[in-house]
């Protein structure tokens, strides 16, 4: 192997750790920030609700620290600290609402193991 071709293999393998690293840090430091988790009743499973960087909240399911479901976006936030207002069990459907200065609303199908539906009182733009 010639002296350049070791050259460019070291550089490039250095810059795939590099560019790794960056994209890590990245995520740890401006990943979702999780403002809500909310066990559903009757099953093994939590709603998570997390706000991103770019200020939108989302949802997502998981059953014993597994997630079940990707993630489900309720809206734009407008404090990045939402509060859990209600929990509402009818048959195997669990409706979960919360607030800050908009309402988000999230329906579970415990048998299923997913949303059914969702919800915000956002207004359009």
Not at 23 to 37: A, C, D, M, N
Request: proline fraction near 6%; charged fraction near 10%; glycine fraction near 6%.
């Amino acid at each position: 192997m010639s002296k350049i071709a070791k050259i460019s293999l070291i550089v490039g393998a250095s810059v795939l750790c590099l560019v790794a690293i960056v994209l890590w840090t990245g995520r740890i430091v401006f990943g979702p920030e999780q403002v809500s988790s909310v066990p559903i009743p009757g099953s093994s499973m939590t709603a998570i609700v997390t706000a991103d960087i770019s200020g939108c909240y989302s949802v997502q399911l998981f059953e014993q620290g597994h997630p079940i479901s990707g993630l489900r976006l309720l809206g734009p936030y407008a404090s990045q600290k939402c509060t859990l207002d209600k929990v509402v069990s009818v048959s195997n459907i669990v409706t979960i609402n919360w607030s800050d200065s908009y309402h988000y609303s999230v329906a579970v199908d415990i048998n299923a193991h997913q949303f059914v539906t969702d919800s915000n009182s956002v207004p359009p733009k």
